[in-house]
């Protein structure tokens, strides 16, 4: 089967950097997402990678390793909005999204 | 403010009620998208459709029905329902239907099942 895995809940200090990781296993592999979900609203786009390497937009980067199914999600200089869940998902082979269920962080004081 | 319109944002309906939840994108995207988001579950994808045509229906049971009258609007009619539907429905949009894009979310309806 089809499977996303990324830790359940992290918790970071404001101010400081975090890494969320994703690893898949899908059948083919047409590029990954990570979303943006603050609590009682809309998803929201962060970053798509379909190549491997690191993409940088500001305070996160993402990065992709698909020889290894791998992904994570770099927040730097961590501030109190950022606590969120982070959703991860995977277009395969047929164009299927394929999501995992999130990461919710935590940022503390 | 994502350009995807939910509405009502919260409904509780016992199960032999009958509503409706509506979603209506400003984006001018030809795809559109039923999603039910349960509490630490992945997204699960319901219906999808691409220039008003229904493209999929993942298992859905039948006291689910969408409807799509236009490109920028999408219902979501709801009959019969059980307490395991309790959860957010999503709606989204994008500008085609292969997933390699960029979804579009409104905030969700969240419904209750007594």
């Known amino acids: 089967g089809q499977n996303i895995d990324q830790p359940t809940e992290m918790t970071a200090t404001e101010g400081a950097i975090v890494q969320i990781n994703c690893t898949y296993q899908?059948?083919?592999?047409?590029?990954l997402f990570w979303y943006q979900q603050h609590a009682g609203e809309a998803p929201t786009f962060l970053s798509y990678n379909v190549l491997d390497g690191l993409e940088e937009k500001g305070r996160f980067s993402s990065f992709l390793s698909r020889s290894k199914g791998y992904s994570y999600l770099l927040l730097k200089e961590l501030q109190m909005k950022d606590s969120a869940s982070y959703l991860c998902a995977v277009t395969d082979s047929n164009y299927q999204l394929i999501w995992g269920a999130g990461t919710k962080l935590i940022i503390k004081p | 403010e994502t350009g995807v319109t939910q509405t009502p944002r919260h409904l509780v309906m016992g199960m032999t009620n009958k509503k409706s939840l509506k979603c209506e994108q400003h984006?001018?995207?030809?795809?559109m998208y039923w999603y039910k988001q349960s509490a630490k579950k992945p997204l699960e994808l319901m219906f999808v459709y691409n220039f008003k045509e229904q493209t999929e229906n993942n298992s859905v049971p039948s006291r689910f029905s969408p409807e799509c009258p236009n490109s920028s609007h999408l219902f979501l009619h709801l009959h019969t329902l059980q307490p395991e539907d309790s959860a957010l429905y999503l709606c989204?949009?994008?500008?085609?239907?292969?997933?390699?894009?960029?979804?579009?979310f409104g905030e969700g309806s969240r419904l209750t099942v007594l």
């Open positions: 989204a949009s994008s500008l085609a239907g292969e997933n390699t894009g960029e979804l579009f």
């Open positions: 984006l001018g995207h030809n795809a």
């Open positions: 899908t059948s083919g592999f047409n590029g």
